[in-house]
């Protein structure tokens, strides 16, 4: 997985799911965002998106 959520940090906000150009950030049945690394592209663009920082390069 090209990014790794940290999932006590994300507060659901879905901020990145927005942001991601290929679609491949969800939320899951927690209400906390997951990558898809079959489609991410690593351009990294969440990373910098998301408010509380829970999100990092793998
Ligand atoms: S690194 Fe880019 S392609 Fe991958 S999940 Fe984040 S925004 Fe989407
Ligand atoms: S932007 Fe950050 S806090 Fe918001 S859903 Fe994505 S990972 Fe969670």
Redesign the pocket.
Known sequence: MPVT?DKD?????????GTCPVSA?S?DENG??QCDESVCVSCFS?VG????S??SEK
């Open positions: 959520v940090t994300c507060i659901g906000c879905g901020a990145c799911v950030l939320l906390k965002s969440c998106a998301c408010p509380v829970a999100i």
